[in-house]
DNA sequence: TTTTTTACGGTACGAACGTACCACGAAAAT
DNA sequence: ATTTTCGTGGTACGTTCGTACCGTAAAAAA
């Protein structure tokens, strides 16, 4: 019964299960077989709409990195209305650090995939982040809002800082994932540092 | 010819193998084949050091660590003569990052192990570097110092700050490995941020 | 000197993997 | 009404992987 079906739908559901997978079991040791079994789906219908793995693996970045977006974009409207850049920029660092198992997956999949990157150029040649640099952008575009604001410390850089507070980030959220560090903590440290940033404000605690 | 042989130095050749063949072509492409091809011995000998490839990964990664380790540790000694915690420091934050052919295999191998740990149990019980927080305590103890010094701005918490360089220097690590951003730019978001946490000095550019 | 380890080679086995091939009912196109 | 295309299942093939088994020369132990 082969009523018409929409390919991208299939696809995407195809892909959400290979980055289901790959969070719980380690994307190292995701086989089409797995994918279809998380999908629901035979394996051929897997080979049908990706024809092979390399492929799935590619689609798989690409979606993933488009609901990354998503999941920043969102986040960034939400604390859209009470603005402040402080807290803008609070929220996009926010969003890359493992909390909970939805943006642990993202972290520990996505970084997964640079690994992989490193020795697979068809990998190489798709970006980690939508728009590689776009998160830098805003970052940046932020910090200077700031600073004419008047809220910025003096010598601060915008471009450099950005470039550092998203490094940070990166870099806290793969020490939660291998446990090296508590959330609570990772923040801490990213709120220290913005107290370094940003101009007068709380003497917190 | 069984001449009686050093198990623990054979066991670091073939160990040295696989970080080779690791940072060539992927951690999750080798296996045992590949690994006694690239320590010029039979796969039977891999299996008779490592009975498993499971306690091959293990030994890699605590070898890893431990070269890792040492190559700080000379860095520091050598570093070590002409003071000033800030030069310690940023050489300690340096050796880190991937600039050439040894360190980029570092950084991609030790960040593929961790990925292999956050669902491996047996991987994930391995620190990934020589006493886990063991950078973090010299990188705090330095600044403590420098802070007696009146080295640093104030408001500065050694521990804090210490984990947040620590970060900010792994997560340029990864940046440059995926080539999102070069050596030199990774170099100049430490330095200003270096500039950030300390007194005085040059008014750079 | 006999016996037991030690260090090592070769090879075969079972499982799993990605992929290719064959088949088939139903809808769309002709 | 016939033919083509689409969505899907099943399955088999060739390869590769980790591991296990068998054998054996030489040194150490007896």
Chains 1, 2 share one sequence.
Do not use: W
């Amino acid at each position: 019964m082969p009523k018409r079906v929409d390919h991208a739908e299939r696809r995407t559901e195809i892909a959400e299960a290979l980055v289901r997978v790959a969070g719980r079991h380690g994307l190292h040791t995701v086989g089409m077989r797995d994918v279809a079994a998380e999908a629901g789906v035979s394996l051929r219908l897997v080979q049908y709409y990706f024809e092979t793995k390399e492929k799935l693996l590619l689609f798989g970045l690409q979606h993933l990195t488009e609901r990354f977006g998503e999941r920043v974009a969102a986040r960034l409207k939400a604390t859209g209305d009470t603005p402040g850049p402080r807290a803008t920029i609070e929220a996009l660092l926010m969003v890359a650090l493992p909390t909970d198992e939805e943006s642990r997956t993202f972290h520990s999949v996505l970084t997964s995939y640079a690994m992989l990157a490193v020795n697979d150029p068809a990998l190489a040649a798709q970006p980690f982040i939508k728009d590689p640099d776009a998160a830098e952008d805003t970052v940046t575009a932020l910090l200077r809002q700031a600073r004419e604001a008047g809220l910025l410390r003096p010598g601060v850089d915008p471009r450099l800082e950005a470039a550092g507070l998203l490094a940070m980030s990166a870099g806290l959220g793969t020490g939660i994932l291998v446990g090296q560090r508590s959330p609570e903590s990772a923040t801490a440290v990213l709120e220290h540092h913005l107290d370094r940033v940003f101009q007068g404000g709380e003497p917190r605690r």
